[in-house]
């Protein structure tokens, strides 16, 4: 009866299905000295496919990590780190992706937002000192805190309705 695989390798058969020696080998050339290069895209698949591929593999590894103790924990958790920063790296290959997610937004589009923000927000901030003047005045310092706060939650609620 022969060694069972690892977590690892049990992951990585389950993320391409390869066979385990073939597994094996590919979390070896990972892991070596090379392992600070980004992973080479496989033939065929493109980049959205490896993505989507190393996705899965992550996936995997971290339900693996959740699940196993001690020193094989460890070890998953260091694949899982590996993969991810893969993961990261070709992300940052394609900025598109990021945009589609929602994490970034074209730049003119960003500054229109915070024009926006800002010619709603400074013109209430302006005022509120005249708004909270008399209600503030020959108040504990608690009483004048609570309407601070209230104020600022009155702004906030008008920013984010105008925009």
């Known amino acids: 009866m022969g060694r069972r695989p690892n977590t690892a390798i049990l992951a990585q058969i389950a993320a391409t299905g390869v066979g385990a020696r073939q597994a094996r080998r590919q979390l070896e050339k990972a892991t070596g000295p090379a392992s600070t290069k980004a992973i080479k895209v496989v033939e ?19 339900e693996a990590a959740k699940q196993a103790a001690g020193p094989e924990r460890s070890s998953l958790i260091g694949d899982y780190t590996r993969v991810v920063e893969s993961l990261r790296k070709m992300k940052g290959d394609r900025p598109d992706i990021n945009e589609a997610e929602g994490k970034m937004v074209p730049i003119d589009e960003a500054d229109k937002i915070l024009a926006a923000r800002d010619n709603a927000l400074i013109p209430l901030l302006k005022g509120m000192a005249k708004r909270l003047a008399p209600i503030c005045a020959n108040r504990p310092a608690s009483e004048v805190q609570t309407e601070v706060e209230n104020e600022v939650g009155q702004i906030m609620r008008q920013v984010e309705a105008s925009l």
């Open 44 to 62: 065929g698949i493109g980049l959205d496919g490896e993505i989507d591929r190393l996705e899965s593999l992550a996936a995997t590894l971290g």
